[in-house]
């Protein structure tokens, strides 16, 4: 048990009311390309709104949600929202998942069953973690935002901290994360370690990441080195065009396009699209990995509480106040670290069977204190949604001796 009321998702009528009136005066761009290389095309994104607007059943979407508890608390003056479910086993370790952006709560809906219930699932319930999992502050359900615009990943490690263990009333706690929410937990192991079993992440990023002068640029104004092999060539400028342009436009200009984003559910689903179809390993086609429901759910969570526009600022709020540290002790993460590496984000040159061993040998892994490192084939940036079964399997072993 924890010590607080359940308040259940619900979006008022009035919201629904109004979005489906946006919809409906849609107005798409004069353009009619038919492939991606300029960005979402006209075509795909017509069928997703249209589909959206007589289709999509929010309140059955709700209802799904609504199948496990939700709460709504005040961390330091900071609304937050989460969503957990309770551990099965003899004894359940207390477990916060945070996710990034253009992520939702609901992308870790997939493995949070699995976690806090693993005899369920053909697992030993010796593994069973009570699984909380909060909307980033301004994100989602954590909201609005009114007077707090400075908060970025290493701010939300304070409020974790204090959710888990001042509201939620965790002596130790162990923490998981992709994207912003892998930097949460860096933050959180580099300044709690003492108060962590440890953390399980993607990537495995220095906490600088996106400090200096021109972190905005993903490369930092580095070229290409000349005599690069083609494919190494080739996988550089890849991976600049999946990246470069949120980067660039939420450090540099997310006032100016939450506008545009808050105005228009189309123009939110496009911004928000492109990514999930560029950075998830989908071999072309998206709803292989979201299917229709699951990208409008996505966009909806965003949508209907009007956050886009501080989930953009994230990104600027890193860089703006950057990452500094608490110790000098090394490793500067010293809780015990997991990670798990995909095969949509191999850098270039580098192959799964080496991926780790490149990771090994480059400057980011004496930042951390690495205790389980995997490497899979298959599987993007949204893990815990992509591969499921192995994120579980890689998480658990994380924390297997550390009980």
């Not at 976690?115 to 999992?133: H, K």
């Not at 263990?165 to 998981?176: E, F, K, N, Q």
């Not at 095969?343 to 192959?351: D, F, I, K, R």
């Not at 192995?390 to 998480?395: K, S």
Request: glycine share 10%; aromatic share 12%; with cysteine.
């Amino acid at each position: 048990m924890i010590p607080l009321e359940p308040t259940p998702i619900h979006v008022p009528d009035q919201i629904l009311d109004d979005l489906r009136v946006r919809l409906s005066l849609t107005r798409p761009p004069i353009e009619e390309d038919d492939d991606w290389s300029y960005g979402v095309p006209r075509g795909y994104l017509g069928e997703l709104v249209a589909y959206w607007r007589e289709e999509y059943d929010w309140r059955r979407a709700e209802a799904a949600i609504n199948a496990y508890e939700h709460y709504r608390v005040s961390v330091d003056g900071v609304p937050v929202h989460f969503m957990r479910r309770a551990g099965v086993g003899p004894r359940p370790v207390p477990l916060i998942l945070t996710h990034g952006w253009p992520w939702t709560f609901w992308h870790w809906s997939k493995v949070v069953d699995p976690l806090a219930d693993p005899a369920s699932f053909g697992g030993d319930p010796e593994d069973a973690f009570d699984v909380i999992v909060p909307s980033l502050p301004g994100f989602g359900f954590s909201g609005p935002l009114t007077g707090r615009h400075d908060l970025n990943f290493w701010k939300v490690a304070d409020l974790w901290h204090r959710l888990m263990t001042d509201v939620l009333g965790h002596p130790r706690y162990a923490a998981g994360g992709c994207d912003i929410g892998a930097l949460v937990c860096g933050q959180l192991g580099h300044k709690y370690a003492g108060e962590l079993y440890g953390i399980h992440i993607g990537s495995g990023q220095k906490l600088t990441l996106f400090n200096g002068d021109r972190a905005w640029d993903l490369a930092q104004g580095a070229p290409i080195p000349e005599g690069a092999p083609d494919a190494v060539r080739e996988r550089i400028l890849a991976l600049d065009r999946r990246f470069a342009v949120h980067l660039a436009a939420h450090m540099l200009d997310c006032g100016t396009l939450a506008h545009a984003l808050s105005d228009s559910p189309a123009g939110l689903l496009a911004w928000l699209l492109e990514r999930w179809a560029s950075w998830s390993d989908n071999g072309g086609d998206v709803e292989t990995v979201f299917d229709r429901d699951d990208l409008i759910t996505h966009a909806m969570i965003y949508w209907v509480n009007n956050a886009v526009g501080a989930s953009m600022r994230y990104y600027a709020n890193a860089n703006r106040d950057p990452w500094t540290p608490s110790h000098d002790r090394r490793p500067v993460v010293e809780a015990p670290t997991g990670i798990t590496f995909v095969g949509h984000e191999n850098p270039p040159g580098v192959t799964t069977d080496g991926r780790v061993r490149s990771f090994l040998d480059g400057d980011r892994a004496g930042w951390y204190n690495h205790v389980n490192l995997t490497a899979h084939d298959r599987g993007g940036h949204f893990i815990p949604w992509e591969i499921p079964d192995a994120w579980v399997d890689d998480l658990r072993r994380t924390f297997r001796d550390r009980r």
